[in-house]
Structure formats: structure tokens, C-alpha cells
């Protein structure tokens, strides 16, 4: 069964870049079986996908936050990666790594327990 | 971009039948899934594939998708299904995934 756990700064200044790691346990992140997506949830509210990545290196983002994102793999580390460029406050939320089926249906059966970030001077 | 709407709440008593909608354009002709967050934790993934669920998921919960609506069924409800549920779908035409606003389920 695969497990993923995020890491990563819990308190990020404004204007920087928030930046997260997630590693992938019990399968290969090269596996092709999955695409390996962020989703985040700020306090009180739902949950809003941000993009992801599959082993190929091949990304697909939110394109409320494309012009910001970048997502990343690492297949030496079985790791992938969140960066989020010129924060603010409103990018204060738990972030979410998970594993996003990569054949139609898509959807997420594997999840991190997310980790807060918090966007404060 | 593909719009999901759930309503904010929805109350059920121990024992009682709770329905929470899922409502988009032509949703009937997408798969839709379902998940259920507890405060504090991850989400769940209750119900895949319109209706299909996960090893391990009561059997108590149920979907079904038609038209303009999503629907996820818990019967026999108990004060643990107590959470928020959200469904989500593959908009094929931009290729993202969408999350609807979620549901809070109280159980009374």
C-alpha cells in the first residue's frame, strides 16, 4: 500500500516561496501507475487541487495558480515536489500530497496527512 | 472551468438515510468520487467510479449519478459517519480535477 508523507517549512514570509516535499513509501514513484498531484485546504474551507506531475516529468496545474506553481519529481529519491512562488496570506493552508490513479477514472486513493503552512512575516 | 456544487449542510438522524448531491452541467456523463474528511485528518475515498467502493468502505455507503446530479447515499447512519464529504470529477475538456465546496454531515 502506498503511503505519503509531506515535509517541508510550517511558516513561510510573504513574497517568498513556499516549498514541499513529499515522499512516497511501499511503491515505486516510477511506477506509472499513478499521477502524484498537491491538493490544499485552507482553515474552514475545501479542498482545491493545484496540479500534478507523473513520472515522466510531464505537469498539469490549476490555472489559478499556474503563473505561481512548479511541481517536481525526483525518481532517485521517490520524492516529489511543491514549489509556490510570491505567497500571501491566502496561500495559508494544509497542503496535501496525493496519489492521483493515472488511467481514467481519475481519482485520489492515497493521501498524506498534510502538513499546515502558515504565510506570515 | 467545470463547476461542482454540493449543499453546505445536511442533518440525519442515528439510523436515518442521509443523501448529499453533487450537482454539475451534464454530470451523468462523468465519473464522479467521493470522500469523506474528518476533522483533522485526510480525506477518505468513500466511493469511486459513480458507485464503486474501496476495500474497507461500509457497504452502508452507496452513489449514483444521473443528468445534472451526483448523489452519495449513507444509510444506516452513524454518529461516526459524522464529517464533510466531497466529491470530485476529471473535467476532460481542461484536463484538471475539480473538487466540489463539500458537505457537512451532522448526525443528530
Known amino acids: 500500500q502506498v503511503q505519503l508523507q509531506e515535509s517541508g517549512p510550517g511558516l513561510v514570509k510573504p513574497s517568498q516561496t513556499l516549498s514541499l516535499t513529499c515522499t512516497v513509501s511501499?511503491?515505486?514513484?516510477?511506477?506509472?501507475?499513478?499521477?502524484w498531484s498537491w491538493i490544499r485546504q485552507p482553515a474552514g474551507k475545501g479542498l482545491e487541487w493545484i496540479g500534478r506531475?507523473?513520472?515522466?516529468?510531464?505537469?498539469n496545474y490549476n490555472p489559478s495558480l499556474k503563473s505561481r506553481v512548479t511541481i517536481s519529481v525526483d525518481t532517485s529519491k521517490n520524492q516529489f515536489s511543491l514549489k509556490l512562488s510570491s505567497v500571501t496570506a491566502a496561500d495559508t493552508a494544509v497542503y496535501y500530497c496525493?496519489?492521483?490513479?493515472?488511467?481514467?477514472?481519475?481519482?485520489?486513493?492515497?493521501w498524506g496527512q498534510g502538513t499546515l503552512v502558515t504565510v506570515s512575516s | 472551468s467545470y463547476v461542482l456544487t454540493q449543499p453546505p449542510s445536511v442533518s440525519v438522524a442515528p439510523g436515518q438515510t442521509a443523501r448529499i448531491t453533487c450537482g454539475g452541467n451534464?454530470?451523468?456523463?462523468?465519473?464522479v468520487h467521493w470522500y469523506q474528511q474528518k476533522p483533522g485528518q485526510a480525506p477518505v475515498l468513500v466511493v469511486y467510479?459513480?458507485?464503486d467502493r474501496p476495500s474497507g468502505i461500509p457497504e452502508r455507503f452507496s452513489g449514483s449519478n444521473s443528468g445534472n446530479t451526483a448523489t452519495l447515499t449513507i444509510s444506516r447512519v452513524e454518529a461516526g459517519d459524522e464529517a464533510d464529504y466531497y466529491c470530485?470529477?476529471?473535467?476532460?475538456?481542461?484536463?484538471?480535477?475539480?473538487f466540489g465546496g463539500g458537505t457537512k454531515l451532522t448526525v443528530l
Open positions: 496525493a496519489s492521483l490513479t493515472a488511467m481514467v477514472p481519475y481519482y485520489f486513493d492515497y
Open positions: 511501499g511503491g515505486s514513484i516510477s511506477s506509472g501507475s499513478y499521477y
Open positions: 506531475i507523473y513520472t515522466s516529468g510531464s505537469t
Open positions: 451534464n454530470i451523468g456523463s462523468k465519473s
Open positions: 467510479d459513480d458507485s
Open positions: 470530485q470529477v476529471w473535467d476532460s475538456s481542461s484536463d484538471h480535477q475539480v
